[in-house]
Every structure is written in structure tokens, then in C-alpha cells.
């Protein structure tokens, strides 16, 4: 069974940095797109980053500039670095990962295959 283990979450105050990790399998970090997504209370599920096989990374326009999507093959791991956090990045963070044989642009939940537990980020005014 597919797996992936998020840890790094907490509590942070505005202007703060946190960076997720999602720990995961061998095959997947080399043959699966992944993606970080978050849902906060009462809202829908929304992406973040994603990071496709090859490498190349795509951003939501809330977190461009801010939030880093990385994969470390020696570790199996994939990290989401974040930066200048805002109170609106506050909610539960999400890794997932797909190998459908086409991914959509934009961030489509039904892409993804496989997801995380998720982890609690809390970023304080």
C-alpha cells in the first residue's frame, strides 16, 4: 500500500518560516507527480505546489515567490519550504502524489491517487 508521511507543521508567528516534509516510498519519488494541497476549516481542499516527474514546479498565485516545492531522491522525501506565512496559510496541510497518464493544469484533487495524513500549520497576527 502506498504511503506518504507528512511532518514539520506547528505554530509560527506572521513572517515566520516552517518547511513540511512527506516522507515516501523509493518508486514513488522517482515515477509519481506529488503536490502539497491544504484545506483550512470550513473551506474546499485547494493546491499549493506541485512538482512534476521531470522536475518542473507550478505554484498557486497565493504562494508564488513564497512557498519552495522540493523532492530529495536520496531521502525519498518531498518538502514544501515556507516562507514570509501569513495568518490565511493557517490550515491542515496535505501531501499527495499521482501517475495518471496526463495531469491537468491548475490543481485537480482527482489527479492525485495517494495522500498524506496531513499536518496542522498555525500561523499567529
Known amino acids: 500500500q502506498v504511503q506518504l508521511v507528512e511532518s514539520g507543521g506547528g505554530s509560527v508567528q506572521t513572517g515566520g518560516s516552517l518547511t513540511l516534509s512527506c516522507a515516501v516510498s523509493e518508486d514513488m519519488i522517482i515515477n509519481y507527480y506529488m503536490a502539497w494541497f491544504r484545506q483550512a476549516p470550513g473551506k474546499e481542499r485547494e493546491g499549493v505546489a506541485k512538482i512534476l516527474i521531470g522536475g518542473r514546479t507550478i505554484y498557486a498565485d497565493s504562494v508564488k515567490g513564497r512557498f519552495t516545492i522540493s523532492k530529495d531522491r536520496a531521502k525519498n522525501t518531498l518538502f514544501l519550504q515556507m516562507n514570509s506565512l501569513k495568518p490565511e496559510d493557517t490550515a491542515m496541510y496535505y501531501c499527495?502524489?499521482?501517475?495518471?497518464?496526463?495531469?491537468?493544469?491548475?490543481?485537480?484533487?482527482?489527479?492525485?491517487?495517494?495522500w498524506g495524513q496531513g499536518t496542522q500549520v498555525t500561523v499567529g497576527s
Open positions: 499527495a502524489a499521482g501517475r495518471k497518464r496526463s495531469i491537468r493544469p491548475g490543481f485537480y484533487t482527482g489527479d492525485f491517487d495517494s
